[in-house]
């Protein structure tokens, strides 16, 4: 892959030579996305460090017609932050500029490259919190999460990103630099751009800091791993616990096939005697010890086989463990299928049901692996085995979710991987409007131009 050799002087004109990175040693890294399923080629790698550089960068981008992908910390797991098609990698992460928390208004203006866990313990140490949490924290990027719209493990509490997000500035594909970050709760003029440059995947405008609402902090927490014999039975308790536990702050699923495959893969200790089909990571944070409110819920729950209540810190992190670690113990058998989809409530028991055998029937040696935010209808199926470009499987899948009235993206996004099934979610109609909004935003396709959207015919 090549890009006129001019255009990598008037970029180094922009970021100086030590951010213009063209040597494939360091240029690889940016490459493979976190799962390893997708990897590009990049010609070059740039790391501007303000919003004035990256509207340089693509000032230059668009004056010789050459197209970046955006990337933060390049955790995403769609393909949607690599160079498949030979694209320029736009690094953000060195956009880390946070400012002091707006402790009267419960606020935060963070650049794009600021780590989610950053993020978290900068309003911790002001009082308040940040109500984004997820598995990848230490490297997920404030702005990666805005442009996927990440959700994580609070969604059930606090809403996904956008839910966060008061503010943007934002260079867009036009070259205009966006910025509204005052963080008023009430403003009502106009488009909400933060609403649309969420969940972008860098296809209209480059995110380079955002304004965030903070949540006042529930510092004291409940944990309890459940066992059920099926996994209908632990979704049916996640949406029962929905209503009758009022400081229920997390309800994930796994399923034996994934405890077994962590406890092997990280040597850890199993939590019960024997095995169980489903089991639900239940967390309750308050500001005063949720402990008993938790039992007393978990009592009244059908179908629980076993609990396990953690009476430690440790011992929760251990149970939470179990839970986090699936993505990495997984990765480990080779680069994923990941279809990240949602069902509505009543349907995502039986859908949990039907995969594994769905997916048995179509690739009889691959492995699939159900674990989730069980309270918010999202279960990440993981599927090994499968050649990276086999897709008869997300297909069947994404076909059965489409059927169940649910989305195949819950919080990951299109990215390169869901692209070819974005008619299964949006109608004829949407997906013209957002070409129309593309067109609008980012007219010379130099923003992402392969992701989320069909190829302009
Ligand atoms: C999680 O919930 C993440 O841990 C990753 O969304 C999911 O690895 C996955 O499929
Ligand atoms: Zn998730």
Redesign the pocket.
């Known amino acids: 892959v090549a890009v006129p050799p001019a255009f990598l002087a008037d970029v180094v004109a922009v970021v100086g030579p030590a951010h213009a990175l063209v040597d494939h040693g360091v240029v690889a890294s940016y490459e493979t996305d976190w799962t390893g399923r997708f990897v590009g080629r990049a010609p070059a790698v740039v790391r501007p460090s303000s919003t004035a550089e990256v509207a340089g960068v693509l000032a230059v981008c668009r004056e010789h017609g050459v197209a970046v992908v955006p990337q933060g910390g390049n955790t995403g797991?769609v393909g949607g932050s690599v160079p498949l098609h030979g694209e320029v990698v736009l690094s953000l992460r060195r956009l880390t500029a946070l400012q002091a928390v707006d402790v009267d208004a419960g606020q935060v203006t963070a650049g794009a490259g600021v780590s989610v866990a950053d993020v978290q313990s900068a309003a911790a140490r002001a009082g308040w919190a940040y109500g984004v949490d997820?598995?990848s924290r230490e490297s997920a990027t404030v702005g990666g999460t805005v442009a996927t719209n990440a959700?994580?493990?609070r969604v059930l509490r606090y809403g996904d990103t956008r839910a966060q997000v008061l503010g943007v500035e934002a260079v867009l594909g036009t070259g205009a630099v966006v910025s509204h970050t005052g963080g008023l709760l009430k403003d009502n003029t106009g488009y909400h751009l933060p609403s649309l440059l969420c969940g972008s995947e860098g296809t209209l405008g480059v995110v380079t800091a955002v304004r965030l609402a903070l949540v006042p902090p529930d510092p004291a927490r409940a944990v309890a791993l459940l066992a059920f014999d099926r996994p209908a039975a632990a979704v049916t308790a996640a949406n029962e616990l929905r209503r009758t536990l009022r400081p229920l702050s997390a309800a994930e699923l796994f399923t034996d096939d994934g405890l077994s495959l962590v406890t092997r893969h990280f040597g850890l200790a199993r939590p019960f005697p024997g095995s169980y089909g489903a089991y639900l990571l239940v967390e309750s944070s308050a500001a005063s010890d949720p402990t008993d409110e938790l039992a007393a819920a978990v009592r009244s729950l059908g179908g629980v086989a076993d609990v396990a209540v953690a009476g430690t810190p440790g011992q929760a992190a251990a149970l939470w463990r179990l839970r986090?670690a699936?993505?990495e113990a997984?990765n480990a058998l080779g680069a994923p299928h990941?279809l990240?989809v949602t069902l509505p409530a009543a349907a995502l028991g039986e859908f949990v049901e039907r995969v594994p055998g769905l997916v048995r029937g179509l690739a009889p040696g691959a492995r699939c692996f159900l674990f989730?935010?069980a309270a918010d209808g999202n279960v990440?199926v993981?599927v090994t085995g499968l050649g990276p470009d086999d897709e008869t499987v997300d297909g069947a899948v994404f076909e059965l979710v489409a059927a169940s009235g649910g989305s195949i993206s819950a919080?990951?996004g299109i990215g390169a991987a869901k692209r070819r099934w974005l008619h299964l979610a949006r109608t004829d109609a949407e997906i013209a409007t957002f070409a129309a909004i593309k067109g609008a935003l980012d007219p010379d396709r130099v923003l992402n131009p392969h992701v989320l959207l069909p190829e302009p015919s």
């Open positions: 797991l997820l598995a959700g994580g493990i986090e699936h993505t997984i990941k990240d989730g935010h990440h993981n919080e990951h």
